[in-house]
């Protein structure tokens, strides 16, 4: 079952209440996601996405009944964190997120790199740079966290609701930096039908840890343990790695 949830009025009262039949049930997952492809995206009425491939086929193998619902980052975590037998992704498994949540994977290396206007490319050498640009980042990512560590202030942060908003602030000169994943920047520019000479990597900025599925603390332990088997035997399968080659082409 797919649900695809849109719009900013949504509470999480109403989204909870949209997940309380499949949070019941021990063999029931509801998982929430972001636009953010080539990892996970909404197409048409169907949930789609490297990590999204993944977590369908492990639920496959660890026979649960997954839901994919598609809202805001912000939403999706919250609801994860609140909401028992609850899957949130693609997420950085970070120090400081390390007791908000179960962990199941790794599924996805980590390497984050910033992106600006190629006209920045001899003006940003080291992270000092960064702090005198105009930022855009998702709300609640982990990227936002990575900038704050190395010296970003807050208020260089022009905050949007998928990576999708923030590239196209970045191309329209509203912001003169964005983070993203290799991967991700290349699939955006590709789908959004800008060259890809338009943005240059300015640096990188972390390679630290990996993506996971995030799930409620209070889940079920043998669902946690049914998953973590399913993905280990996908990557001993070969099938993780097939799965992103399909959308690598």
Not at 25 to 32: D, E, I, K, S
Not at 224 to 246: E, F, M, P, S, T
């Amino acid at each position: 079952m797919t649900v695809l949830l849109y719009g900013k009025k949504a509470g999480l009262g109403a989204l909870i209440g949209l997940c309380a039949l499949p949070c019941a049930l021990a063999t029931q997952v509801a998982t929430y996601t972001e636009e953010w492809p080539p990892y996970n995206y909404a197409e048409g009425k169907e949930v789609k996405g490297i990590s999204t491939d993944i977590l369908r086929a492990a639920c496959e193998i660890a026979k649960l009944q997954c839901t994919f619902q598609v809202v805001p980052w912000a939403r999706a975590y919250k609801i994860a964190s609140h909401v028992p037998n609850t899957v949130v992704y693609t997420t950085a498994r970070k120090p400081s997120r390390e007791k908000e949540f179960l962990w199941v994977g790794p599924i996805l290396p980590r390497t984050t790199w910033v992106y600006g206007n190629t006209a920045l490319t001899q003006s940003v050498r080291d992270f000092k740079d960064l702090a005198k640009l105009r930022i855009g980042v998702v709300r609640e990512e982990a990227a936002q966290q990575d900038l704050e560590a190395v010296g970003v202030p807050p208020s260089a942060f022009t905050v949007q609701s998928s990576n999708a908003d923030v590239l196209r602030t970045v191309t329209n000169g509203s912001v003169d930096a964005m983070v993203d994943t290799e991967v991700g920047m290349a699939w955006n520019l590709r789908n959004a039908g800008i060259a890809p000479s338009t943005v240059s990597k300015l640096m990188k900025l972390t390679d630290d840890g990996a993506y996971y599925f995030a799930l409620n603390l209070n889940s079920d332990a043998a669902l946690v343990k049914d998953l973590q088997a399913a993905i280990d035997k996908l990557r001993h399968d070969g099938r993780i790695d097939a799965i992103q080659r399909q959308y690598l082409k």
